[in-house]
Structures are given as structure tokens and as C-alpha cells.
């Protein structure tokens, strides 16, 4: 059986507002029994599918079971696939007024006489809200383990500045070490005073005499 989308593309009519979009629920019903795969590829690679969404964001709030209970199965069966399922977490995530309604829509349908209706709000909820809480269990462990590389990136950067000051002598030839070593220089060498030790010596000599001369009158 050829799915109706190849002999029509009536995805766009899922944004009337009157019994045309009715219509183009059920044919998209039947597309998704006949070639779900298929289908579900050709409505979210359309360029209105964006609108396509929104439109049948719309009529889950229909007060026709049937009509808002297709509308719930479509969009139940569409997040069944990785991008189906982002782009309509999207919309419902997003900051449009409308955004808000899916949630609440669904939840009225599980008040519906219709158990079909019932079943299908049920399913797409149950659905949404799995692939949601999959989405931000792999946020927390993408930024768990974002926060876990920042921490050890911190750790390699303290070892790494301990081990440049070995090879680049700032821990074992630092200032205070060459001062120590100058120092320890300058105390083996008055062990054994040179011969300007004794010039200096020569020269408070004769600064003596001279303050001797100084003071003589």
C-alpha cells in the first residue's frame, strides 16, 4: 500500500483550522501503520515540519477524542525516533505560549470517555517523559564528568609546576639557595683570608692614623 504522502503532500494541511486538518490526521495515521519509518523521516525532513509540529500541537486541545487522541498518537509515534523525539522536547521546552498546553492537553485526554484517546495521551506521555528523563540523566553525566576533567586538569597543573621547578632549578636553585650557597662560599673563604683581607686591614690602619692625626693639635 503507497503511503498517501507520496500521491499528496498534505502535511501542510495540518494547520487548518477546520475539518482539512481532521483529515490529514487520518491520513498521517494510516502513513505511520503502513511505513512508520519511512514516514516518520518524510514529515520531520520537510521544510514546514516545524509548523507541521505546532500544528498538531493545536490539535491535541481539540474537544473531538478522536481528533485530539490521533493528534496524541502521531506525536507519541514521532518521538519514537532520536530527532523526533528533540524536536518536540524542544517545543515543549520552549518559551512559546503554546509550549505550555502539551503537557496539559495530554493530561486532559486521560479525563476522555474514549479509552483509545486514553491509551494514546497515556502512551505519548509516557514516552516524552522517558526520553526527558534520559536527556537529563545524560546532561548530569556529561556535566559530572565535564566538572570530574576540570578538577584533574587542576591536579596536572599543580604536579606539573612542582616538577618545572625541579627541572628548571625554581625548588632546588632558587634565589634563597644561591644565597645560602654564597654564603656558605663567603664562610669557607674566611677560613683562609687573602691578600685583600690584609689590604683592608692595611687600610683601617691607615685610617686609624689618620684619625690620629685628626685629633692631634
Not at 62 to 68: K, S
Not at 77 to 85: N, Q, R, V, Y
Not at 90 to 119: N, Q, W, Y
Not at 145 to 173: E, F, I, L, P, S
Request: contains cysteine; negative net charge; hydrophobic residues 30%.
Amino acid at each position: 500500500m503507497a503511503c498517501n504522502w507520496i500521491r499528496e503532500d498534505y502535511f501542510a494541511q495540518l494547520m487548518c483550522a477546520d475539518r482539512r486538518s481532521h483529515t490529514a490526521l487520518e491520513m498521517l495515521v494510516d502513513d505511520l501503520h503502513a511505513e512508520k519509518e519511512r514516514t516518520i523521516s518524510t514529515f520531520l525532513c520537510h521544510s514546514g515540519s516545524e509548523d507541521f509540529l505546532w500544528g498538531l500541537v493545536r490539535l491535541l486541545g481539540n474537544d473531538t477524542p478522536r481528533v485530539a487522541g490521533n493528534a496524541a498518537y502521531i506525536i507519541g509515534t514521532l518521538a519514537e525516533s532520536e530527532l523526533g523525539c528533540y524536536r518536540i522536547l524542544s517545543l515543549a521546552k520552549g518559551r512559546h505560549p503554546e509550549s505550555r498546553r502539551i503537557l496539559s492537553d495530554l493530561t486532559r485526554m486521560l479525563t476522555f470517555d474514549d479509552a483509545e484517546s486514553v491509551m494514546n495521551a497515556a502512551g505519548t506521555m509516557g514516552t516524552l517523559c522517558g526520553k526527558s528523563r534520559i536527556e537529563a540523566k545524560e546532561e548530569w553525566w556529561i556535566n559530572t564528568a565535564a566538572g570530574d576533567d576540570d578538577h584533574d586538569d587542576d591536579g596536572d597543573d599543580d604536579d606539573g609546576g612542582g616538577g618545572g621547578d625541579d627541572d628548571c632549578g625554581g625548588g632546588r636553585y632558587g634565589v634563597g639557595d644561591d644565597d645560602e650557597a654564597r654564603g656558605g662560599d663567603d664562610d669557607d673563604n674566611s677560613l683562609y683570608p687573602s691578600d685583600n683581607d690584609d689590604d683592608d686591614d692595611d687600610d683601617d690602619d691607615d685610617d686609624d692614623d689618620d684619625e690620629d692625626d685628626d685629633l692631634s693639635w
